[in-house]
């Protein structure tokens, strides 16, 4: 059966983009959780039902190191990605996780499919609405999402897998029909 699913699975490629890393922390909880670390941690969980599920997933980075934006955007590209998927968590103070999309086609239906996979009354909103009136996702030539999973807190394990779980098949279900 696990074969008949690799077969089937087209040759898409998605990426991953681990937000922050290195001398960039992103949001950090008074407890001293850095977002850069959960995020990263969420994404390596993430690959874990992407790779399940027949895909060739890769990375902007897989260690804390400091990645400019423009540079992942860059990375995507060179791996022939077909999916951008940034992974981040929202300030502590977050009550909700949330998905922002790209303004290329697909975008908005990867991001609103994602965001309904989550569940927690997720909210959805286009690049243009982020504090910074645009995401550096935008410059991807082909759907992008960011997705914050929720606030930046400590997270067990089980949390990360149950969100993996959650988004992973919707991500995968997503791709096989854009590059059908
Ligand atoms: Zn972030």
């Known amino acids: ?5 690799r077969r089937q699975a087209p040759s898409a490629y998605i990426v991953l983009d681990p937000g922050h890393g290195g001398q960039d922390p992103g949001a950090v909880a008074p407890d001293g ?12 969980t993430l690959k874990e039902y992407l790779v399940a599920l027949g895909y060739r ?8 190191v400091y990645v400019p934006l423009s540079e992942r955007i860059a990375m995507a590209r060179r791996m022939g990605a077909r999916l951008f998927v940034s992974v981040h968590h929202d ?14 086609p697909g975008s908005e239906e990867l991001a609103r499919t994602v965001a309904a996979a989550l569940g927690e009354g ?3 909103r286009p690049s243009s609405a982020s504090r910074f009136g ?47």
């Open 57 to 64: 997933v890769g990375f902007t980075r897989t260690s804390d």
């Open 122 to 124: 997720a909210w959805v």
């Open 1 to 5: 059966m696990l074969l008949m699913v």
């Open 91 to 104: 300030t502590p103070t977050a009550s909700r996780p949330g998905v922002y999309y790209s303004p290329h």
């Open 33 to 44: 959780t850095r977002e850069a670390d959960l995020n990263l941690a969420q994404a390596l």
């Open 134 to 180: 645009r995401l550096y996702i935008d410059d991807f030539p082909g759907p992008a999402i960011l997705v914050e999973f929720g606030p930046t807190r400590p997270t067990s394990r089980e949390e990360r897998i149950a969100r993996a779980q959650a988004v992973a098949s919707p991500i995968a279900e997503f791709t096989r029909r854009w590059t059908a």
